[in-house]
């Protein structure tokens, strides 16, 4: 597939996210065996997936038309005492060949109070895309 990505608001304060840009030609791999799932991010979007997450193969299953799929985040962040990695979710619909839905993008925290926005915040990309022709 090849997505469009737009942002939108940055309530979890990722540095270098601007609110509405938008990224196109991203390249998303999708795998399946049986109801499981795997997509693999390409091009530029998958080393900045590997430096905030520590991933860029999502993880999930398929139901229908609908996907949901996960990167449980391993770069742990800090601030204080608050210990944190991002986690991101993707909950995608799939229409004959073309791809939609968001990624939301949420803080997995030890509930520190130092932890202030990120023990609630989530930032969320939306995504719309097509599969090349065969």
């Not at 737009?6 to 840009?21: D, K, Q, V």
Request: include cysteine; aromatic fraction near 6%.
């Amino acid at each position: 597939y090849s997505l469009s990505l737009t942002n939108h608001e940055n309530a979890c304060m990722f540095p270098n996210w601007n609110e509405n840009a938008t990224t196109t030609g991203v390249q998303m791999t999708l795998t399946q065996n049986g109801s499981s799932v795997s997509a693999t991010a390409g091009g530029l979007v998958a080393p900045a997936l590997d430096i905030y997450l520590g991933s860029h193969v999502f993880t999930g299953e398929l139901v229908g038309e609908h996907m949901d799929l996960h990167i449980a985040g391993t770069r742990a962040g800090s601030t204080g005492a608050c210990a944190y990695t991002i986690n991101a979710n993707v909950s995608a619909d799939i229409d004959g060949d073309v791809l939609t839905g968001p990624t939301t993008y949420v803080a997995q925290h030890n509930n520190s109070p130092d932890c202030g926005y990120l023990l609630t915040c989530a930032n969320e990309q939306a995504f719309n895309g097509t599969r090349p022709p065969r």
